[in-house]
Each structure stands twice: as structure tokens, then as C-alpha cells.
């Protein structure tokens, strides 16, 4: 897969970085979160707040800690 580089002002990217669920999240992934949630707001806008909702739930609980590691679930689905 190619990549490319974009010039964003930093405004834009500090405004990115809120929408970022951890640390080391891509800036790929967190644009096309966001792509998803743009697309799907259009088509279902209930669904969409939902969406918006959920992540926003998420990032408080990871700020929080409350969260499984990657090799705890592994452990418990058996991986």
C-alpha cells in the first residue's frame, strides 16, 4: 500500500489529535474513523450519535484505565 504526505495547518491537527482513542492511534485511522462517521451520518443519523457516542464513552474509559490489554485478551480468548 503507498502513502503520501498532506500539509495540514496545525490547528487541524490538534483538532485531530482530540478524535485520536489512544496514544499511538494513526493519523490513518483516526481520518478514517472519521470518514465513517461522516459517510454514515448522512445515511443514518440516529446510528451516527450513537457512533459519536460510543467513542466518546470509549476514550473516557481508557483515560480511566478501564481497559484490557491486548495480551490479558488474548489470554481470555484462548489465543
Known sequence: MSTTTI???RDTKSQ??????YKNESYDDVIKKLIYIAK???????????????????????????????EVAKQRLGL
Open 16 to 21: 485531530i489529535d482530540q478524535f485520536r482513542e
Open 40 to 70: 454514515n451520518l448522512k445515511k443514518e443519523p440516529d446510528l451516527s450519535k450513537e457512533t459519536i457516542r460510543a467513542i466518546e464513552q470509549a476514550r473516557e474509559r481508557i483515560k480511566k484505565g478501564k481497559f484490557v490489554s491486548q
Open 7 to 9: 500539509k495540514i495547518q
